[in-house]
């Protein structure tokens, strides 16, 4: 059983369908005792306008399992701004990073936290080693691979694992509670690697499921797509360099 605690950090966006499902699914594991030391659930809604909030409020008040801690946001900040949100509220020693709109297998859970106790810096469910897998169709699987590449292109610490871009992923807290607040960013991996390229790194396979309801965080088409990760790479690029002259 691991030893050091861990907060679940959940970012949403129009998901009512489908968090009560994932939510459902870790409350199951922790009470049959397959998962150990959660802290807490931290939801961070970035604006959701289809009952999202009124379902995790409800959740709030009826003592679940683990404790859930909500924070609202009226508007949409983007994914990686959320998940920081989310890390700043939480105190344990680790902080899993994961989407509840059905793409990341909750029992893979059951993979990652035992690598928690070998004093790992982070902990990458990996699409792309051996065993891993995505769901997406071949367009989107382009452009992904691509991504990847211009990635590991820019960061060395990117250029040692098979899926930087991964958003499923387990991370010591004090290697991400002080990163500075990145409005429309979309990958908190990616911007860890960049400002902690000697991280201690385990990828662990995962066969990645279709989206099941929700709203993408991660604009997929075209030219719109491409603007806005040149824009979030290059950001990291000079938060990292800034963080050497420091």
Not at 45 to 67: K, L, Q, W
Not at 135 to 155: D, E, H, N, P, Y
């Amino acid at each position: 059983m691991q030893k050091h605690t861990i907060s679940i950090i959940l970012a949403v966006l129009n998901e009512v369908n489908s968090l009560p499902q994932t939510l459902d699914q870790i409350f199951n594991l922790y009470k049959e005792q397959k998962i150990s030391n959660v802290n807490d659930i931290i939801i961070i809604d970035d604006g959701s306008t289809d009952g999202t909030v009124e379902y995790i409020n409800s959740i709030s008040r009826n003592n679940p399992v683990i404790p859930v801690k909500f924070i609202s946001r009226n508007i949409k900040m983007g994914t990686v701004d959320a998940q920081l949100a989310g890390i700043a509220e939480s105190s344990a020693d680790y902080v899993c990073i994961m989407d509840s709109d059905g793409q990341h297998p909750v029992m893979k859970l059951l993979d990652l936290f035992p690598a928690i106790d070998m004093n790992i810096d982070l902990i990458v469910a990996s699409r792309y080693v051996k065993g891993g897998s995505n769901s997406w169709k071949a367009s989107r699987g382009v452009v992904s691979r691509g991504a990847t590449i211009l990635a590991k292109f820019l960061f060395k610490g990117a250029r040692r694992l098979k899926d930087p871009m991964s958003g499923f992923f387990i991370a010591k807290r004090s290697l991400v509670c002080n990163l500075e607040s990145v409005k429309f960013g979309y990958k908190l991996l990616l911007y860890t690697l960049s400002t902690h390229p000697d991280a201690s790194i385990l990828e662990i396979p995962m066969k990645m499921n279709s989206r099941e309801e929700g709203e993408s965080k991660v604009v997929s088409k075209g030219m719109d797509f491409i603007v806005k990760y040149f824009k979030e790479i290059i950001n990291y690029k000079i938060k990292s360099n800034q963080r050497k002259k420091n």
